[in-house]
């Protein structure tokens, strides 16, 4: 059955408003509680849309961390598993090595230009 379907039949979870009201007690709280700390410029805090951006960018930074890790090891241990003597595997690992602290350089400078 579709799972349209299934969400008219009169068995389906239905929300009422004493749900909605505790939902958004707890959003509220939450918002309260990780607020965007103040600026150091004046003492004046971030707008909310600031806050946001910079915490994705941040996120995304993140990620493209992630990914540069990824990389370097796939084409770390492709080069190690194509090497046919010692030395290009020991060459495999140091460029594996050196593309991972070039991915953490990179978004560590992100994160720097963020604040």
């Known amino acids: 059955m579709h799972i349209l379907g299934r969400l008219n039949t009169p068995n389906s979870l239905q929300v009422t408003p004493s749900h ?5 007690s707890v959003l509220i709280s939450s918002m309260k509680e990780s607020s965007p700390p103040s600026t150091a410029n004046k003492g004046k805090q971030e707008s909310a849309a600031h806050y946001v951006k910079k915490r994705c960018l941040s996120l ?6 992630g990914v540069g890790y990824l990389k370097a090891t ?10 046919k003597t010692e030395k290009e595997a020991t060459d495999a690992d140091l460029q594996t090595a050196k593309m991972q602290v ?3 350089d990179h978004a560590e400078d992100i994160k720097k230009r963020l604040d």
């Not at 995304?60 to 961390?65: K, L, Q, Y």
Request: charged letters at 15%; proline letters at 0%.
């Open 20 to 24: 909605l009201n505790i939902t958004q």
């Open 60 to 65: 995304a930074a993140s990620m493209g961390e």
């Open 74 to 83: 796939v084409v770390g241990l492709s080069k190690k598993l194509t090497s």
């Open 102 to 104: 070039e991915a953490t």
